[in-house]
């Protein structure tokens, strides 16, 4: 009986696929970090604290926005250019990580599992919106 | 002598240069004549260290061949003294657009210990971290314990624990990277802090676990998360059936995430097939207002079949839907040629095909593992 209940419930959950557009999400920095980014970069091996592959971390909303964009969470953009720019806002096309994401001309990223089109499309929103910490 | 010592080299080449996590085989359980994976290693959850039956069955049951004891049998360690470790490289080819890449990296150097009596020891594992590029971080700054604790365990079944470990979930799949691993907190050095007891017996076993996040941000990775977790399983049909349900509440500053599942595995002597699966839902919401609630699906599902003594062929799809409102989800196929020519010795080999939505950018992952123990 019991695993009845469990598989109904995943059968009902999966049931609900595709009911949502991806724009209905909310193209914000903080989800996305949370989200996103979190989970599938900030792992042991590659963009944790711990390991910091290629100089980058990624762990900390804060910290993976300082190193994507060159800016500071809640502070005024600076006119330095920063040493970095992964992320150039108002323009997703003209971005790093978006390149990186989608695999084009560049390493993909994450290396063995590529995001879903759904998850690349919301942080190519992001950008376009001028990438905000938010 | 020479062999300790040629081993103990090799150990310390290893360890030069690895990373990686330890973990069980689930299709070991049932169908080896072990109902569960305690009676093959010491841990009540199964992985890491073996005990005398598992090291037994090391080298009659699942590789017919070589002594599975400590250095071969050279050596045998005082009473309170347990000891084990894995040593596991890697040779790897990925096929992605617009490169094809070979590695040959390190995956794992760990080193087990339990000091202690009948029922109370200290189990410890230590190892190196690393990753399959370049550069390195310098040796000490790689070491690192993804395990110490203080375990009691009692001849009835029953056990309690304190220190760093993962909770009891889910299949325990060697596979770090498998998405019921990866994306639902036990990816590898992940391992929270934390107290669990629980139980194992003959037919079902439980286990309670209330963890918190490890003190220094420069222990591990992943959710800083505390919480709890809870793992039930019964076994039946002469123990070749097992289900298990399972409970995950995580909170972080980030948000919370409430994750159900489901396990089971089946056993069918007569074909040698083992069928595992596991799915698992999340409930996923944010803090300040960072974004709507959500759900979540991890999930896997797999075959092996044993082809001989030495032999185990598998094959598993596995799917991560990271908001299920969407119709967006990264899938995987993978093969596995597992072969065991002798006690202490593995090598495996795993194909996997990872793509989102229609595989119209897939990844081809071939990995062969070269793994022994000590």
Redesign the interface.
């Known amino acids: 009986m019991?695993?009845r209940v469990?598989?109904g419930?995943?059968l009902l959950?999966?049931s609900?696929?595709?009911?949502?557009d991806?724009e209905?999400?909310?193209a914000?920095w903080?989800?996305i970090?949370?989200?996103?980014i979190?989970?599938a970069c900030?792992?042991?091996?590659?963009h944790?604290?711990?390991?910091a592959?290629a100089g980058v971390t990624l762990?900390s909303?804060e910290g993976a926005y300082t190193i994507l964009t060159g800016r500071i969470c809640g502070e005024p953009p600076s006119a330095v250019t920063p040493p970095r720019n992964y992320v150039t806002p108002y323009a997703s096309e003209a971005s790093q990580l978006y390149y990186q994401l989608?695999?084009e001309?560049i390493?993909?990223m994450p290396?063995?599992?590529?995001?879903?089109?759904?998850?690349i499309e919301l942080v190519a929103r992001w950008i376009d919106d001028g990438a905000a910490c938010d | 002598m020479r062999l300790i010592l040629a081993t103990l080299v090799v150990f310390a080449v290893a360890a030069w240069l690895a990373p990686g996590s330890a973990s069980a085989y689930p299709q070991f359980q049932l169908s080896l004549g072990a109902e569960r994976c305690s009676t093959c290693h010491i841990s009540p959850g199964g992985g890491g260290l073996l005990n005398a039956y598992g090291r037994d069955e090391a080298g009659t049951t699942i590789s017919d061949g070589g002594d599975g004891r400590l250095l071969h049998g050279l050596w045998e360690p005082p009473a309170w003294l347990e000891l084990g470790g894995d040593v596991r490289g890697a040779i790897a080819g990925k096929a992605r657009t617009p490169q094809t890449e070979v590695l040959a990296f390190p995956m794992q150097m760990d080193v087990y210990a339990r000091l202690g009596g009948e029922r109370l020891a200290a189990m410890i594992t230590v190892g190196l971290r690393g990753g399959a590029r370049d550069p390195q971080p310098p040796l000490l700054e790689r070491l690192v314990s993804r395990e110490h604790y203080l375990l009691y365990q009692r001849e009835s079944g029953s056990y309690v624990r304190a220190g760093r470990f993962f909770p009891v979930l889910g299949l325990r799949l060697a596979d770090h990277t498998a998405y019921v691993r990866r994306y639902l907190g036990a990816n590898t050095l992940e391992e929270p802090y934390g107290i669990a007891g629980g139980y194992v017996g003959e037919s079902w076993e439980a286990h309670l676990s209330a963890f918190v996040p490890r003190p220094i941000d420069f222990l591990g990775a992943g959710l800083q998360e505390r919480g709890a977790a809870a793992y039930v399983e019964k076994r039946w049909l002469d123990d070749t059936a097992a289900f298990g349900a399972q409970l995950r509440v995580g909170t972080a500053s980030t948000g919370a995430r409430v994750t159900a599942g489901i396990v089971g595995k089946r056993w069918f002597p007569d074909a040698g097939v083992m069928l595992l699966g596991e799915l698992n839902l999340v409930r996923r919401s944010l803090a300040d207002d960072a974004g709507p609630t959500h759900y979540q699906l991890a999930a896997y599902g797999g075959a092996q079949k044993r082809i001989g003594t030495r032999w185990w062929a598998g094959a598993a799809v596995q799917r991560w839907q990271p908001d299920l409102r969407l119709g967006t989800s990264t899938d995987a196929v993978q093969v596995d040629l597992q072969y065991f020519p002798r006690a202490h010795f593995e090598l495996h080999l795993l194909t996997r095909l990872a793509g989102a939505g229609d595989f119209e950018r897939p990844g081809l992952l071939s990995l062969l593992q070269v793994h022994y123990y000590l």
Request: charged share 15%; proline share 10%; net charge positive.
């Open positions: 019991g695993s469990w598989i419930g995943a959950a999966a609900t696929i595709g009911c949502l991806s209905a999400r909310p914000r903080s989800y970090h949370a989200t996103i979190q989970p900030a792992t042991a091996g590659c944790s604290t711990l390991t592959a762990a909303r989608v695999g001309r390493d993909v290396p063995d599992n590529p995001l879903p089109a759904g998850e």
